[in-house]
């Protein structure tokens, strides 16, 4: 052991001890000794390691997602493409979808006294229609008799439009 070391005593604070014992207080330092002139650890990776695990997953996290943006974006941009039928001696007959149109709805606000079946009364051929006002507001479902004052009810063409289609 190198006993060169200069190493301040613990227990009564003496500085530059040379030897194993402490000249103040005869404390055996030879531990103390031992332990200060072990050759220095090798640096310790662990950290550096950890930050670089944290980065590599940062990055990969931020680079699914990004791509996984980019296919959501260019999933709901790319527009219905109509398919091209290349030339040929017995051309197949393209089908076109015939879109219908989506109902017309008429609203009404909902007073005091007011049940679906007046409402339906009002609308409908007959109250006994509420259900079909009740189709179109799915937050009926459930509370029929329960409308509140100043409520906006939908009026499905379904139902204003029955007279019509019945004389046809």
């Keep these: 052991m190198n006993t060169k070391t200069k190493i301040d005593c613990p227990v009564c604070g003496y500085q530059g001890v040379e030897g194993h014992t402490c000249p103040n207080c ?21 950290k550096e390691i950890a930050i670089l695990m944290l980065v590599i997953g940062v990055t990969i996290g931020a ?13 709901a941009t790319i527009p219905n493409p ?11 007959p393209q089908i076109t979808p015939v ?8 609203t009404y606000t909902v007073k005091s006294g ?6 339906a009364g009002k609308f409908c051929r007959k109250s006994t229609d509420w259900q079909l006002i009740v ?7 459930k509370r029929e ?8 009810l939908k009026i499905p ?3 204003k439009g029955k007279k019509h289609h019945e004389h046809n």
């Design 114 to 119: 007011d049940t679906l079946s007046s409402i």
């Design 63 to 75: 680079g699914g997602s990004f791509f996984a943006l980019q296919t959501a974006f260019y999933t």
């Design 26 to 46: 005869d404390t055996d330092i030879s531990l103390i000794r031992s332990l200060e002139e072990l050759p220095p650890r090798p640096k310790s990776w662990i």
């Design 99 to 106: 879109l219908k149109k989506p109902p017309i709805l008429t």
């Design 145 to 152: 008799n329960q409308l509140d004052i100043g409520q906006v």
């Design 82 to 92: 109509t398919p091209k039928v290349a030339s040929s001696p017995n051309p197949s």
């Design 135 to 141: 189709a179109v507001n799915p937050e009926l479902q």
């Design 157 to 159: 063409s379904s139902c």
